[in-house]
């Protein structure tokens, strides 16, 4: 749709029940800036609150997933600009979508670009992606949770030497760190993102969104701690209708009619 001007949205998948975001902003390697975000927050937020999408896919162009935040917008900026500002805080809403969102990364994931990409669910690369936090390279350090997603993902030592020398790292690099969970052809990645987004949306929504939960509570707690939380999730689907209906399917060997609710 022609609702922003550094992004693309619209409905996907043969039930429509898709929201395909593309981030558009070509003539600067999608860099981040501060209207692109904004209208990402937004088109992330209608999708989440939309009860006929049942998955998101963020995806950029074949040269670049997204280069970074915007470094023309931060050159002249200043500390107290930034500290006052809180600059950075407000760019949450990916990782706090409750819908499922899958990053297709073909290009350069790079700073602010790879971090968009580790808010999401699941990240599938094409064969040419290249990850990475140069921040380093131009006097700052990652500030969207390169330093923290990246470390919960790939280990200390592979993320220090990302973060402190710039270096990226190869598509086929990344699935062997497990940061991305498949690799394809650059020409198939976006239908690909989309065949997995239409395998999670065949479940229930609402037990999806249980299931994503207690994923993402792995990292957030002891293990003590998100094994009772899980327990509780799992007992929680037990009032849910779509339980009994998948079981009650399984039993009948049929197919299940999820009403997500
Ligand atoms: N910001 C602004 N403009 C950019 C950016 C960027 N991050 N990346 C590329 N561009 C622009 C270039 O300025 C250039 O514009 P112009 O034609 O007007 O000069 C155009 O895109 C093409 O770029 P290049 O000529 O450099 O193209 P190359 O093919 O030689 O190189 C690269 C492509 C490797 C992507 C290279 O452009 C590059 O290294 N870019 C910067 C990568 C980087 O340092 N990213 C980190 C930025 S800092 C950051 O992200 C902080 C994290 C904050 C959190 C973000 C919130 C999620």
């Known amino acids: 749709s022609n609702e922003f001007k550094n992004i693309l949205t619209e409905v996907r998948g043969k039930d429509k029940n898709i929201g395909f975001i593309q981030l558009n902003r070509p003539k600067a390697f999608n860099a981040l800036n501060a209207e692109l975000m904004t209208e990402l927050e937004q088109a992330v937020k209608k999708f989440d609150a939309d009860p006929s999408i049942?998955?998101?896919?963020?995806?950029?162009s074949n040269r670049a997933f997204a280069a970074g935040a915007d470094i023309k917008e931060m050159q002249n900026k200043s500390f107290s600009e930034v500290c006052k500002g809180n600059f950075l805080s407000n760019w949450t809403a990916l990782a706090e979508s409750k819908t499922p969102v899958i990053a297709a990364v073909n290009g350069f994931a790079l700073g602010g670009g790879c971090e968009i990409a580790m808010?999401?669910?699941?990240?599938?690369a094409g064969e040419k992606a290249e990850f990475g936090q140069p921040e380093i390279v131009?006097?700052?350090?990652p500030g969207a949770g390169g330093t923290q997603r990246l470390t919960r993902v790939v280990g200390k030592s592979k993320a220090m030497e990302m973060v402190l020398t710039g270096d990226r790292i190869s598509a086929k690099e990344a699935q062997l760190y497990g940061l991305v969970s498949a690799v394809h052809p650059v020409d198939n990645l976006v239908d690909e993102a989309v065949k997995l987004a239409e395998r999670i949306?065949?479940?229930s929504k609402l037990t999806v969104q249980l299931a994503k939960e207690a994923v993402n509570s792995a990292y957030e707690t002891t293990l003590a701690q998100g094994i009772n939380l899980e327990r509780r999730l799992f007992h929680a689907t037990f009032a849910t209708n779509d339980r009994k209906e998948g079981m009650t399917a399984f039993v009948e060997k049929r197919k299940p009619n999820f009403t997500d609710s």
């Open 54 to 60: 049942g998955c998101i896919v963020l995806t950029g």
């Open 119 to 124: 808010m999401c669910d699941i990240i599938l």
């Open 138 to 141: 131009i006097g700052t350090i």
């Open 201 to 203: 949306t065949r479940h």
